[in-house]
């Protein structure tokens, strides 16, 4: 990270943890797939021994090709240390194995990533860990939601799916006040758009298998901070839980932050391009996008974003009606989950579905979230096709 730290984030989604120039050396990163290295003879068989300075050993502990992914992810996001993980889930999982344990306190988005939600409310309780379910937009419930065992605050902004903000500097001020950490999972931002660390946070957890990697082929999932709280989550959770990165996924990855720069522009471009056709259309009810006036957090998203994004919602209506209509009519656009890809991806998602079997939101909470989505929405990630097909796509399939 030394040798890029002063230029600038294009330069260092191409070069971020390369080694120095030298004859030989390969312009391209190779792949490593090996899994276990020769080691001199003194070296200590326990990962419990591993240093900063130790070789690489075993692919579990280390990988040479995933350290210099690791390295590169904390290079965008101004940390000091990355720690990989084999997909977005494994690494807030990881987190919160770390820094949770039994008589521990969590406050948790009430609203975010489907696996992350539904892990706090079916799996950590049965832990010994309580957790507090809040908007993390209204910085009074947060405040409210804080306690004296309290060990961590995490947020996801924006949120996944209905595009919500969190004001990550003030959100880490109270988390900080109460002697907790905060984690934000960026994803739906990548570090062109915002970085978490910047403003205060201590964690930024990425989906790697979205934005970052960009192109659908790979899972993978990271946390990057400072190294006096990375490293220890590398030492416990990275050596002994098992959920490393693939080599072979770190490869792709690397290849696809090469480019992150310049499809986060272009999807931006194409989403606030889509945005207003879909906002004019006489099918379309609403349309939520962080680039466009009419977002309910508007000031915030231009403060604390420096791009709008490439995720929208929109609302019909009668949304499953017309998820099948869609999923029936588009031909450019994929009816498919997940995000971030140079594919366009368009997925219906329910609020009655999604309330019973993830978010499990009710009273002022619920009306939170419906104000945002009606009774469901069609969240689409704007992939890198031409903007005026995509927008000849959607008015076609409508109808």
Known sequence: ?????????????????????????????????????????DLSFSAEDLTPESPFIYTRWGNPTVAMLEDRVASLEGAEEGLCFSSGIAAITGLFAHHLGVGDHLVMTNVGYAGAVEYTYDMLPQMGVSVTHVDTSDLEAVQRALRPNTRLVHIETPCNPILRLTDIARVAA?????????????????????????????????????????????????????????????????????????????????????????????HSDSAQQI???????????????????????????????????????????????????????????????????????????????IMRSTFRLTGDDLAAYKAYTGEGVMRLSVGLEDPDDLCADLIQALG
């Open 1 to 41: 990270m030394s040798l890029m730290k002063h230029t600038s984030l294009r330069t260092r989604a191409i070069h971020g943890g390369e080694l120095p120039h030298a004859p030989g050396r390969a312009v391209v990163p190779p792949l490593h797939m090996a899994n276990s290295y020769m080691t001199p003879a």
């Open 174 to 266: 109270l988390a900080h006040e109460a002697n907790a950490l905060l984690s934000v999972d960026s994803t739906f931002a990548s570090p062109v758009i915002t970085r978490p660390l910047e403003l205060g946070a201590d964690f930024v957890v990425h989906s790697l298998t979205k934005y970052l990697g960009g192109h659908g082929d790979a899972l993978g999932g990271v946390i990057a901070g400072r190294s006096s709280l990375v490293g220890p989550i590398r030492a416990r959770i990275g050596t002994r839980v098992g959920g490393v990165l693939s080599p072979f996924n770190a490869w792709l990855i690397l290849r696809g932050i090469a480019t992150l720069p310049l499809r986060m522009q272009a």
């Open 275 to 353: 945005a207003a056709m879909l906002a004019h259309h006489p099918r379309v009810t609403r349309v939520v996008y962080p680039g466009r006036s009419t977002h309910p957090q508007a000031g915030l998203a231009a403060q604390q974003m420096r791009l709008p994004g490439g995720m929208l919602t929109f609302q019909v209506a009668d949304g499953d009606a017309m998820a099948r209509q869609l999923q029936q009519r588009l031909k450019v656009i994929s009816y498919a989950v997940s995000l971030g890809h140079v594919h366009s991806l368009l997925f219906y998602i329910g609020t009655h579905a």
